[in-house]
């Protein structure tokens, strides 16, 4: 009964609507451990992907199809085989990584600049704010040029998912976008 | 019907298939929607392997579209959509290269999946990994190998069996866990409800799969698997009928490693020759009975009689494919001892009958072996009946099965005969089976002379009245090659003239070729006028081909007016034929030298030749060889399951065209050959008269390998050995093999070629050359291999500077050269006579200690005399002790002829020989007949 109830509610607000999240970044930059973290609320310990995680979870009413796939080089061109119907992407970045934060921006643009991308926003979490000499937020955002991107919503936030800190601040903010721009 | 439209899949079979672009787009639209309709998912996925199935292939870019929106469908949790989704990547990953994509979510599914969707997840592993990743699904297999699901274990085991060849480092540390998964009976888990006796709760599968994965595991350590077999031999462990016959074939592969081992098998054999399932005994009746080929000494004779009893039972189970099963093996018995199954005759007379037609033919191939002088013309009249109602597969199958008959059976020429030319003038058939039935006929009339007026007479009637041209043109040629020297040569005149009247070019041109064979022919010379005046005529034909060789016959006929011109001779009714392989060579390298724009002509001299007989002989022994390699072969049945049946020819037991490995051998001969005799200081030394086959002088896993082969020259003999080197980093320097008599010296070195270096790896020859004496000299000669080895430098691929090396020999076998290497086969149709003819005669006895079967010293007479066997003496029978083995040949210099009847006797004490040999030469053939053994 009850389900027959919320299944009502949720089409009358429209709100039955699954939506694609995708969460991309380099390889080890905490993708998978944020997946598991927002789907059990717990640190799993995590292999390299090599090909990608999906769970479905339900947040604030939403159901969410969120895609981990994995960011070794080898896997990287596989990316773009996902990118359809996708509602927004959270680039996960290393923040204590800094050799490789050139490679993450250009991954990031590249990304950005496909056309099927063009309606999803962006979160991104600046990963690994536990560990000692990690980058700021804002500092990862100058890394990343994050302020040339225009026509596009996005956010960054600073957060450490072994600490379980910052995810839910972002994906707050994600829903509400998403909420707003595409429901 | 008439409203059937046109539609744009062009290989659509009769509409059963949807079309293929459909389908993908189908495929694409629903797998990328939101959400996921999992039913109808699984319904397109089904529609798609059935796709795959039957053999459509998509383009890679579009199957790597399918593959990714299949994987996208991971994200649903439906168990039987999971299911289809590992179905469609094991079938996506042949074509598209991005099955890695779907490792995680494999790997994810091993570890938490349900049971239903594990096995799937587990047997895709085998498309995903390659070397670099195997290793991290090693916990994970492992765990799954001991799983107490059999489905899951099956799964792990299959998995890895298949890893094995692409990461052994990592399947090898399962060891322990396969072997228990051998003994652990796994069951389903189930309700009590489903506990019936109908639906029994495992089939232990798991076994089977357990012990193939221990058996690849083991292969080399021939200890531990003797273990393995005694532990499960007796104790009652294995439930699974495929893990009995498993085991059956491990016992194979162990006594064709270590025939001696039989013996203590003997008794568990005959166990298993009364197991409760089918399979299992057959599977032991096979594996006795070709065993029994090579090793006949060591299977006892009840044993044996008790494995065909068991084959001889299984011929009338209710179940076809073991009928089928059954009938193979004796089929495979009977090429070369019929007479041992002769008891399942009437099995195999009802067998006629059966309504499967593999197995009818099968059972007629088969009695028409094990058939004698007494049942033939019943037999023959059986198939007769039988041949009009199969297909041309079959018919061919017992064509040929009929052909191996007539050359065992001369003496029922006409019966066979008389078949032969009814089913080519009455059958229905395609070109395959005629052109099989020609070739039958050509055999008989070739192998059995008294045949040949009757075949040829009843051709010229087929002729009349024949659609294919490429039989109509063989039978031409067969006129023209034997026609002359009948009785009657004008009739075959007459029939051939027809043709050139009434035929198209292709067989004018081959009857023009054929008539003026005509013209020499000593027993009618008054042909000769009709066969000029016909050519003439001829000679004004339309077509510029019959007109060309209508005009060059002629000239030839012509040229043989005069007497010491042997033009026409030679090129009208040819004697010799070429060796082809050597030709083809030549020819080769003349056509790529040229040199001086083919100014200096094509030298032939210098090719091989032979006469009609040796050719003859040369055809019989390869057949005779083929149906004893046939077995051999077939002894070798692998253990693995799962590996792929190479050979696929249908008749294969029947099957008498050359193969690639006979081919290679002849090649190879040839390349010997012309590798000596480019040599500079053999040039002196003249024709090479005669090369053997080479000899191994040493253990085929030796470091050095070596081969001799023997080369005979009129006044010189050379010895050629083929040393390879099989190690990887050191190169042998000068080496010679030092060749000292064992005695007489009839034999006089002259000099030795030594190899100047041999790199790893590489095969090179060295040669001892010898002047001889005596025209047949015999000598026995013991060999030293000398060479000097140096390391080898890695990095250059050269010894290393400073290393001297040290010089070294190694011992290798004798050498012998007898009587028997001045030898060649050579064919007679009717050796009584020619024996009877033969002038001088040489007597000798032998009494041999040894414990060797009357078909072992069979086969070492007819090797070591080189002679050809005739009238199907090569086969010792060997339920009786005595035999009589028959061997005709020529003198390799000269062609004279020699003959030998070797009666031989088996007793407790030995075998007894009794050799008596007439020969043209008194020299040889005393020779011979002396140095038998
Ligand atoms: N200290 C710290 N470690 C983290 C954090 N997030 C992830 N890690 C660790 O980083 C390593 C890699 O994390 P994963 O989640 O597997 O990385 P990934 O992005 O999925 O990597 P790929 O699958 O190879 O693309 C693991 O050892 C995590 O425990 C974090 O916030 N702080
Ligand atoms: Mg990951």
């Known amino acids: 009964m009850g389900n027959y109830f919320s299944s009502m509610f949720d089409r009358l607000w429209g709100t039955n609507k699954e939506l694609r999240i995708l969460i991309l970044g380099l390889d080890g930059a905490g993708k998978t451990t944020i997946l598991y973290r927002l789907q059990i609320g717990e640190v799993v310990t995590t292999k390299p992907t090599i090909g990608f995680n999906v769970e479905t979870l339900t947040y604030k009413n939403l159901k969410l199809n969120v895609w981990d796939l994995g960011g070794q080089t080898s896997i990287r061109p596989y990316w773009r085989c996902y990118y359809a119907d996708t509602a927004a992407v959270i680039f996960v970045v290393d923040s204590t990584d800094k050799d490789r934060m050139a490679t993450a921006a250009k991954e990031l643009h590249m990304m950005l600049s496909e056309e099927e991308l063009q309606d999803s926003a962006l979160l991104v979490f600046a990963n690994k704010q536990d560990q000692p000499g990690a980058l700021s937020a804002s500092e990862v955002s100058k890394e990343l040029n994050l302020v040339d991107l225009k026509d596009r919503s996005w956010s960054i936030v600073a957060s450490s998912a072994i600490k379980g800190e910052g995810i839910t601040e972002g994906l707050d903010w994600l829903i509400d976008v998403i909420k707003e721009e595409q429901l | 019907m008439s409203t059937k439209t046109y539609k744009k899949s062009e290989n659509q079979i009769a509409g059963e298939l949807s079309d293929k672009m459909t389908i993908y787009q189908d495929c694409m639209n629903t797998f990328n929607e939101l959400p996921v309709n999992a039913k109808r998912c699984r319904i397109l996925i089904s529609r798609l392997l059935r796709l795959l199935a039957n053999g459509e292939t998509f383009p890679e870019s579009e199957a790597t579209a399918l593959f990714f929106s299949v994987s996208k469908l991971f994200q649903h949790q439906d168990d039987s959509l999971r299911q289809m989704v590992y179905l469609a990547i094991k079938e996506l990953s042949s074509i598209s290269d991005d099955v890695l994509m779907a490792t995680s979510s494999i790997m994810k599914d091993i570890q938490n999946g349900s049971n239903l969707v594990k096995p799937n997840a587990i047997r895709s592993l085998t498309y995903v990994l390659d070397e670099s990743t195997a290793f991290s699904a090693e916990r994970l297999l492992k765990s799954a190998v001991v799983n107490k699901h059999p489905a899951v274990s099956s799964a792990a085991l299959c998995t890895s069996y298949h890893l094995l060849p692409i990461s052994e480092t990592t399947i090898k540390r399962f060891s322990n866990e396969a072997q228990e998964a051998i003994v652990d009976l796994k069951q389903f888990p189930h309700s009590s409800m489903d506990n019936s006796e109908f639906y029994p709760n495992s089939t232990f599968i798991s076994q089977y799969h357990a012990l193939g994965l221990v058996y690849q595991l083991k292969k080399n350590d021939k200890m531990s698997l003797l273990k393995l077999v005694r532990q499960f031999a007796e104790a009652n462990t294995l439930k699974n009928q495929l893990a009995k016959v498993q085991l059956v074939k491990l016992v194979n592969d162990l006594i064709h490693r270590d025939p001696q081992l039989f013996t203590q098998f003997q008794s568990l054999l005959d166990n298993w020759l009364t197991n409760k399932y089918e399979s299992v005994q057959l599977e032991t009746a096979k594996l006795i009975t070709s ?37 193979r093996v004796l089929n495979r018995i009977s090429i070369n001892n019929p007479e041992k199954i002769m008891v399942c005759n009437p099995e195999l007379e009802s067998l006629i009958n059966d309504s499967n037609r593999n197995i009818s033919t099968y059972a007629i191939t088969t009695l028409l072996k094990t058939g004698n002088a007494k049942n033939i013309s019943s037999l023959v009249s059986t198939i007769t009946k039988f041949i009009h109602e199969v297909s041309d597969d079959f018919k061919i199958i017992i064509i040929d099965a009929v052909r191996t008959l007539s050359l065992n059976f001369p003496q029922e020429w006409k019966s066979i005969v008389k078949f032969l030319i009814d089913v080519l003038k009455n059958g229905e058939g395609g070109l395959k089976f005629k052109n099989s039935i020609i070739e039958a006929i050509i055999d008989i009339v070739s192998f059995i002379p008294q045949s040949k007026e009757l075949v040829l007479d009843n051709l010229c009637d087929f002729i009349e009245d024949c659609e294919y041209n490429e039989i109509l043109v063989r ?5 023209g090659k034997e ?33 003026s064979k005509f013209a020499l022919t000593k ?15 001829i000679a004004n034909d339309q077509d510029d081909e019959v007109r060309d060789r209508a005009t060059i016959a002629l000239e030839l006929i012509n040229a043989s007016e005069n007497k010491h011109s042997l033009v026409a001779e030679q090129l009208i009714q040819s004697k010799y034929y070429y060796d082809l392989n050597s030709l083809e060579n030549k020819l080769t390298n003349y056509m790529s030298a040229n040199d001086d724009s083919f100014k200096t002509p094509f030298d032939v001299s210098s090719i091989r030749k032979f006469t009609e007989d040796e050719v003859k002989a040369m055809k019989l022994k390869k057949k005779q060889q083929q149906a004893v390699g046939n077995n051999v072969e077939n002894t070798k049945d692998a253990v693995v399951p799962g590996t792929k049946q190479t050979d696929n020819r249908i008749d294969n037991d029947t099957y008498q065209g050359a193969n690639l ?15 000596l005799l480019s040599i500079e200081q053999f040039k002196e030394f003249g024709n090479l008269i005669n090369s053997s086959k080479p000899i191994p002088l040493t253990e085929p896993e030796a470091e050095f390998v070596v081969h001799a082969v023997k080369h005979l020259f009129k006044d010189h003999v050379v010895f050629q050995f083929n040393v390879s080197n099989t190690l990887t980093n050191v190169v042998l320097d000068k080496v010679t093999v030092a060749c000292s008599s064992e005695g007489d010296n009839q034999l006089e070195e002259l000099f030795t070629l030594p190899i100047d270096r041999l790199l790893p790896n590489t095969e090179a020859a060295c040669y001892v050359a010898y002047k001889k004496d005596e025209a047949f000299a015999m000598e026995g000669f013991i060999n030293i291999l000398h060479f000097t080895t140096r390391e080898l430098d890695p990095e250059t691929n050269e010894p290393f500077e400073n290393d001297e090396g040290f010089d070294d020999e190694y ?25 009877a003819e033969l002038p001088s005669e040489d007597v000798a006895v032998y009494n041999i200690k040894e414990d060797l079967s009357l078909q072992e010293i069979t086969d070492k007479l007819i090797l070591n005399t080189s002679c050809l066997p005739v009238s199907n003496t090569q086969f010792a029978p060997n339920d009786t002790n005595s035999h009589t083995l028959k061997l005709f040949g020529k003198s390799v210099f000269n062609g004279s002829k020699v003959a030998l009847v070797v009666k031989m006797i088996k007793s407790s004490k030995g075998i007894a020989l009794k050799a008596q040999g007439r020969g043209e030469d008194a020299t040889l053939c005393a020779d011979l007949v002396n140095n038998l053994m």
């Open chain 2, 291 to 327: 065993f029994s080929i090579n090793n006949s000494h060591l299977v006892s004779q009840e044993l044996y009689i008790s494995a065909i009893n068991t084959l001889r039972s299984l011929l009338t189970v209710p179940r076809v494919t073991t009928r089928f099963a059954a009938l």
């Open chain 2, 475 to 479: 039978v031409l040629h067969l006129l």
């Open chain 2, 483 to 515: 026609g002359p020297f009948t009785s009657k040569p004008s009739l075959y005149v007459r029939h051939i003239y027809n043709r050139v009247v009434l035929e198209n070019s292709i067989i004018r041109s081959a009857a023009v070729i054929s008539l």
């Open chain 2, 523 to 537: 027993n009618d010379p008054t042909l000769k006028d009709s066969i000029v005046s016909l050519l003439r005529r």
């Open chain 2, 661 to 675: 490995q006979e081919h290679q051998e002849d090649l190879l001969e040839t390349k010997y050959a012309d590798e």
């Open chain 2, 811 to 835: 011992e290798i076998d004798p050498i012998y050269l007898t009587a028997g290497d001045y030898v060649k086969s050579s064919f007679t149709g009717n050796f009584e006579n020619t024996f």
